[in-house]
C-alpha cells in the first residue's frame, strides 16, 4: 500500500522561503496530537532531523516527514497555503477527515 502527502506549488513556495529564511532545516514537520471538542488537531513545525520513525515524502523539491503514529490520519493529505483577506496560512485537505468542530480547530476520522 502506497501511502502519500502531497504539497500544492503555493505551499511549497512558502514552505521553501520558510527554510531559506530559517536557514537551517532538512524539511517540514507533519503530525496529528489529541486536541479540541473534535478528537485530533494537526502539528506542523520545521524539521532539523529526520526521525528513526518518520516516513518521509518529498514533493516539488520539500521534504515532508510525519511519523507513523501520525501517517494513518494524513494519509492523502494536500497541504496548500494560501490568502484569504488579512488571514493566511496552511490549510490540510485530508481525505480521512469525518468531522470537523466548528471552531475548525480539531477533526475526527
Known amino acids: 500500500m502506497t501511502m502519500s ?51 518521509v515524502f518529498e514533493d516539488k523539491g520539500v521534504r515532508v516527514l510525519v511519523d507513523a503514529k501520525s501517517l494513518i490520519y ?3 493529505t494536500e497541504l496548500d497555503y494560501g490568502k484569504e483577506g488579512l488571514n493566511e496560512g496552511f490549510t490540510f485537505n485530508n481525505p480521512n477527515v469525518k468531522d470537523n468542530c466548528g471552531c475548525g480547530e480539531s477533526f475526527t476520522v
Open 5 to 55: 502527502i502531497t504539497l500544492t506549488q503555493s505551499a511549497a513556495d512558502r514552505i521553501h522561503g520558510f527554510l531559506e529564511n530559517r536557514g537551517k532545516g532538512v524539511g517540514l514537520r507533519l503530525g496529528v496530537k489529541t486536541s479540541g471538542c473534535s478528537g485530533m488537531a494537526y502539528v506542523i513545525e520545521f524539521a532539523d532531523e529526520i526521525g528513526s520513525d518518520d516516513e
Open 74 to 76: 494524513l494519509d492523502g
